[in-house]
C-alpha cells in the first residue's frame, strides 16, 4: 500500500517554463490537496478538491493550476514558473474534507 | 480566521529526558487540531489528533497531547524521548466542518543529544 505518491522527487526548471507535478493516492480517499513548504512558513494550501470533479482555491493559489483527474490522481500545473515558486511541494489525500489528511513524500522544486 | 503558533523553533533535550511541545491555536468555536511529524527529506505523517471527548489524546510513537480550551492550547508531550524522534513537529487547526482549512504552525525542530 503506497498511500500518497509524488512524481517527480527533485526537478530543477528555468524561469519561464511550465511543468506538471503528479500525485496519486490508492486509499480511495475522496479529498485531496496540494501544499507548498518554505523555509519557516509552515504549509500553505495551494488548491484543494473536496470531491472528485470539483476544485476550489487555498491560501496561496496565484500561479498554479490544478486537476482532478479522477479519485487517484490530483495535479499541480506551473504554467510559467517564477524564482518564488521554488519551493517544496506536498500533495495530501483525506478520506472526507473532514478526516486526517494523509501526505506525500513532496516534491523539491528549484526554478533558476 | 483561524491561526496557530508553536513558539519554540528549535528544541533540543537529551535522550531519555521529557518533551513538551508547545501549540497555541486561534479559533472561534471547538477546533480539529493535529500534531504531524517531518522527518529530514520525508513527507508529514499524522501523530495524533483531537476531534471532540477526551482532552487527553494518544497517538502513535508514545506521544500524546492535552486540549486545553481555557488556554487555547495543544501541547504535545512524550515521557522518554528517543534519538529517532529527532524531526521537525506541526501543530495544525482545522474547522470543524470544513477541514480543508487545515492551519498550519511554522514548525517546532527537534534535537536529541545522546
Known amino acids: 500500500n503506497a498511500g500518497v505518491t509524488q512524481t517527480p522527487k527533485f526537478q530543477v526548471l528555468k524561469t519561464g517554463q511550465s511543468m506538471t507535478l503528479q500525485c496519486a493516492q490508492d486509499m480511495n480517499h475522496n479529498s485531496m490537496y496540494w501544499y507548498r513548504q518554505d523555509p519557516g512558513m509552515g504549509l500553505r494550501l495551494i488548491y484543494y478538491?473536496?470531491?472528485?470533479?470539483?476544485?476550489d482555491k487555498g491560501e496561496v493559489p496565484n500561479g498554479y493550476n490544478v486537476s482532478r483527474l479522477n479519485k487517484r490522481e490530483f495535479s499541480l500545473r506551473l504554467e510559467s514558473a517564477a524564482p518564488s515558486q521554488t519551493s517544496v511541494y506536498f500533495c495530501?489525500?483525506?478520506?472526507?474534507?473532514?478526516?486526517?489528511?494523509?501526505f506525500g513524500d513532496g516534491t523539491r522544486l528549484s526554478i533558476l | 480566521a483561524q491561526s496557530v503558533t508553536q513558539p519554540d523553533i528549535h528544541i533540543t533535550v537529551s535522550e531519555g529526558a521529557s518533551l513538551e511541545l508547545r501549540c497555541n491555536y486561534s479559533?472561534?468555536?471547538?477546533?480539529?487540531l493535529f500534531w504531524y511529524v517531518q522527518s529530514p527529506g520525508q513527507g508529514l505523517q499524522l501523530l495524533l489528533k483531537?476531534?471532540?471527548?477526551?482532552?487527553l489524546v494518544q497517538g502513535i510513537k508514545g506521544f500524546e497531547a492535552e486540549f486545553k480550551r481555557s488556554q487555547s492550547s495543544f501541547n504535545l508531550r512524550k515521557p522518554s524521548v528517543h534519538w529517532s524522534d529527532a524531526a521537525e513537529y506541526f501543530c495544525a487547526v482545522g474547522a470543524q466542518g470544513s477541514n480543508y482549512k487545515l492551519t498550519f504552525g511554522k514548525g517546532t525542530l527537534l534535537t536529541v543529544n545522546p
Open positions: 478538491s473536496a470531491s472528485e470533479g470539483t476544485t
Open positions: 495530501a489525500s483525506s478520506l472526507d474534507t473532514d478526516q486526517p489528511q494523509h
Open positions: 483531537y476531534f471532540s471527548g477526551d482532552t
Open positions: 479559533y472561534g468555536a471547538t477546533p480539529y
